[in-house]
């Protein structure tokens, strides 16, 4: 990829749609649509913590948050296409996947994959996201200001 620091990067677009997915749903969609290919390990799956970095108020100094749990890999396909992953918690499948999605979104099946695992991920994102909004709503309280009674 040339410009990874790029907002309009779309390798940034389904590293974080995998980097989302729930627990198994990546490789389902995968298995789904094709069989996975031969690879080598560059990086076997690990399971590591990685510093977690806020800002008070969005707009104030960094400040350590604290640690969590991240899962992380890469791979080679035989064609000679490289795939890394980052995923949150010890999943160590979901992240052999991710980096077979990477990998495999840069070779000629990047449109199939990107309507059979990456379209489908992202609708479910967003319906869960909007549910979770819609919970959160039902639970806001609207305050407004009473008049005193004075003229």
Request: aromatic share 4%; with cysteine.
């Amino acid at each position: 990829m040339k410009d990874t620091l790029s907002e309009n990067n779309p390798r940034k677009m389904w590293m974080g749609l995998l980097a989302k997915a729930p627990e198994g749903r990546a490789a389902a969609l995968l298995d789904a649509e094709i069989s996975r290919p031969a690879f080598t390990w560059l990086r076997a799956p690990e399971i590591g913590t990685t510093m977690v970095r806020a800002r008070a108020g969005a707009t104030g100094a960094p400040f350590n948050l604290g640690e969590m749990i991240i899962t992380r890999c890469a791979l080679t396909l035989e064609t000679g296409e490289v795939g890394h992953s980052y995923v949150q918690g010890r999943r160590k499948e979901d992240a052999e996947v991710a980096a077979l999605v990477d990998a495999l979104m840069q070779t000629a099946l990047a449109n199939r994959l990107r309507e059979a695992v990456l379209a489908p991920l992202e609708a479910e994102i967003a319906t869960a996201k909007a549910a979770r909004a819609a919970k959160a709503a039902a639970t806001k309280v609207d305050f407004f200001t009473m008049t005193r009674g004075e003229d």
